[in-house]
Nanobody, 120 residues
Framework: QVHVVESGGGLVHPGGSLTLSCTSS????????IGWFRQAPGKEREEVAC????????YHLDSVKGRFTISRDNDKNMVFFQMNSLKSEDTAIYYC?????????????WGQGTQVTVSS
């Protein structure tokens, strides 16, 4: 069984920053595409960012470009999601997902999610 573990969520004021982390003890993440998805109350889950295993390419949702950055540390077998200039509309449960394909369209493994709340 594959375990995907996220950490780093919490409560932050608007304009603040958080860094989410994702790892798996069963998989070498550098062989997979890793994505961050989020689901806000009453809304569908959406893909926010993806780090492809191919050539280090990345994707970021338009609404987070310039504020959020997905990155990897292969030595630590971890993927990070730096979130800056957070807005109330970023409030959601954030999920790390692992995909065997080049991008994160249909992830094979999911984490349990970590809550991010942006509020004054």
């Amino acid at each position: 069984q594959v375990h995907v573990v996220e950490s780093g969520g919490g409560l932050v004021h608007p304009g603040g920053s958080l860094t989410l982390s994702c790892t798996s003890s069963e998989l070498n993440l550098d062989s997979y595409s890793i994505g961050w998805f989020r689901q806000a109350p009453g809304k569908e889950r959406e893909e926010v960012a993806c780090s492809s295993y191919s050539e280090g390419s990345t994707y970021h949702l338009d609404s987070v470009k310039g504020r959020f950055t997905i990155s990897r540390d292969n030595d630590k077998n971890m993927v990070f999601f730096q979130m800056n200039s957070l807005k109330s509309e970023d409030t959601a449960i954030y999920y790390c997902a692992i995909d065997r394909a080049q991008w994160c369209n249909q992830p094979d493994y999911w984490g349990q999610g970590t809550q991010v709340t942006v509020s004054s």
